[in-house]
């Protein structure tokens, strides 16, 4: 169960838009519409952003946009805030035994 | 509103067991459309994912801590628990328990640090 492939950071001007990619395989993001991402500010709980790659829960931005295509999934966040500031962590569904396993993270910079 | 709420020892020593519980408040742990997890990070490193219980006890669990992890339910107290046996340095971490909907975590616990030293 490896974790799946982040780019270890992106950074972006205010109002800019950055995208993070995450990267696993045919044996989960390629097969199944489950990925997730959450959002987590230093020394705080990760907060769900995106599930079953492009739906936002309640009360998230729609600046915050998910999208899949092959074994890799995308987090975009459009006109970029000093907020949004934090490391981003995807997640992907695998098998009925062993479900769940996230990304290596990446460090969002707002410069 | 939903809360949950880690507590247990902050400090382990090695090869004893870690045995944390997480107390679910604002809604019911019998609720047939959740699972309950548990999910921890070491010190500035990534997520990874521990494993899921459902209220009736059926669990998934990681491979890798597959052989020392185990996770209980109490639904008369709303609680549920980790018990992770044998641990060393490498299991230092925050553990966060939290709620399982479909395929994602859409709440979780604050977290509580557990440092395994003698």
């Known amino acids: 169960q490896s974790a799946l492939t982040q780019p270890a950071s992106v950074s972006g001007s205010p109002g800019q838009s950055i995208t993070i990619s995450c990267t696993g395989s045919?044996?989960?993001?390629?097969?199944?519409?489950?990925v997730s991402w959450y959002q987590q500010h230093p020394g705080k709980a990760p907060k769900l952003l995106i599930f079953?790659?492009?739906d936002r829960p309640s009360g998230v931005s729609d600046r915050f946009s998910g999208s899949k295509s092959g074994n890799t999934a995308s987090l975009t966040i459009s006109g970029l805030q000093a907020a949004d500031e934090a490391d981003y962590y995807c997640?992907?569904?695998?098998?009925?035994?062993?479900?769940?396993?996230f990304g290596t993270g990446t460090k969002g910079t707002v410069l | 509103q939903l809360q949950l709420q880690e507590s247990g020892p902050g400090l382990v020593k090695p090869s004893e067991t870690l045995s944390l519980t997480c107390t679910v408040s604002?809604?019911?742990?019998?609720?047939?459309?959740?699972?309950w997890g548990w999910i921890r990070q070491p010190p500035g490193g990534g997520l990874e994912w521990i494993g899921n219980?459902?209220?009736?006890?059926?669990?998934y669990y990681n491979p890798s801590l597959q052989s020392r992890v185990s996770l209980s339910v109490d639904t008369s107290k709303n609680q549920f628990s980790l018990r992770l046996k044998s641990v060393t340095a490498a299991d230092t971490a925050v553990y966060y328990c939290?709620?399982?909907?479909?395929?994602?975590?859409?709440?979780w616990g604050q977290g509580t640090l557990v440092t395994v030293s003698s």
């Open positions: 939290a709620r399982r909907y479909t395929h994602h975590f859409d709440f």
């Open positions: 604002g809604d019911s742990i019998t609720n047939s459309f959740y699972y």
């Open positions: 219980i459902y209220y009736s006890g059926n669990t």
């Open positions: 045919s044996s989960d993001v390629g097969t199944y519409d489950y």
């Open positions: 079953d790659v492009s």
């Open positions: 997640s992907s569904y695998i098998s009925t035994t062993s479900p769940y396993v």
